[in-house]
């Protein structure tokens, strides 16, 4: 089992930015090095959206049109940790944004390939 636990929301500004943290632990037969990351998105009313995905580790990363230029996913395996740097954040980001944990090489964007979700953190952005 991988517990995943994100960081860094809050309300902000348009234009401004936000650095979100995932910090995972947990038992399992792998390392956090051996696991894809990924950041998604769903706001209110709306289905779930991919973001943005790195690969074991962290040399191919993969993002959305919508955040391309603007969004950037990095990790530290040696603190089994996952960032996404949102800049320039638009109204349209606000969102509750949930990292997940894949056993695929990466970057990965189907959610159904993932294995295991945080909880999620709030991010508001105001016109």
């Known amino acids: 089992q991988v517990h995943l636990v994100e960081s860094g929301g809050g309300f902000v500004q348009a234009g401004g930015s936000l650095r979100l943290s995932c910090a995972a632990s947990?038992?399992?037969?792998?390392?956090?090095?051996?696991?894809?990351m990924g950041w998604f998105r769903q706001a209110p009313g709306k289905e779930r959206d991919f973001v943005a995905a790195?690969?074991?580790?962290?040399?191919?990363?993969y993002l959305a049109d919508s955040v391309k230029g603007r969004f950037t996913i990095a990790r530290d395996n040696a603190k089994n940790a996952v960032y996404l740097q949102m800049n320039s954040l638009k109204p349209e980001d606000t969102a509750v944004y949930s990292c997940?944990?894949?056993?695929?090489?990466?970057?990965?964007?189907?959610?159904?390939?993932?294995?295991?979700w945080g909880q999620g953190t709030q991010v508001t952005v105001s016109s």
């Open positions: 947990g038992r399992t037969g792998r390392t956090f090095s051996h696991y894809a």
């Open positions: 790195i690969s074991w580790t962290g040399d191919s990363t």
């Open positions: 997940a944990a894949s056993t695929y090489y990466g970057p990965v964007v189907p959610d159904n390939r993932y294995d295991y």
